[in-house]
Structures are given as C-alpha cells and as structure tokens.
C-alpha cells in the first residue's frame, strides 16, 4: 500500500518461506521511493524465521538489504522474536 502522505520510512517485510516474496522487494522498494523520493529509511524484514522449510537465507536478506541501503531484520510472530529487540 502506497500512502498519498509524506513518510519518511518504509517498512518492506517478506516471508522467508517464500522465495517469491523476496523476489518482490526490490519492486516494492521502487514502488516506494517512486512514491516519495525523499524517504530516508527503509527496513527489510524477513517474516516467519521459524519455519524450517526456509527458501531464502539470512545471507540473502542482507545482502538485498544491503543493496537497497536498508536495515535487516528478521522476526517470527509465533516464536516471540522480533527484529527490534537485536538492535
């Protein structure tokens, strides 16, 4: 969801168990800065790092991140473990 208000951070979150997902953040990245070229902070989150049928590595969430210029953070609803609390 694209906002009409100005935002200065966009949260981009994914599901590692779904390697298409992951393959949507650099397009959901685009379609925000499109939106508002001057956000300033962007998170990717990897969603559900419990599940053991894992498609897409920890390696793999940092480096898109990376490139993005973003924070990374992985978290897990069901397990209790959120991104915020590592930092």
């Not at 956000?39 to 480096?63: A, F, H, I, L, M």
Request: proline fraction near 3%; charged fraction near 25%.
């Amino acid at each position: 969801c694209v906002s009409e208000y100005p935002f200065e951070a966009v949260a981009i979150i994914y599901d590692v168990s779904n390697r298409q997902s992951f393959w949507d953040v650099e397009r959901w990245h685009a379609l925000a800065m499109q939106a508002n070229p001057n956000t300033k902070y962007c998170v990717v989150v990897g969603n559900k790092c419990d599940k053991p049928q894992r498609q897409v590595s920890v390696w793999e969430g940092k480096n898109v991140a990376k490139k993005l210029r973003a924070i990374y953070h992985e978290t897990s609803a069901k397990d209790l473990v959120s991104g915020w609390e590592l930092m």
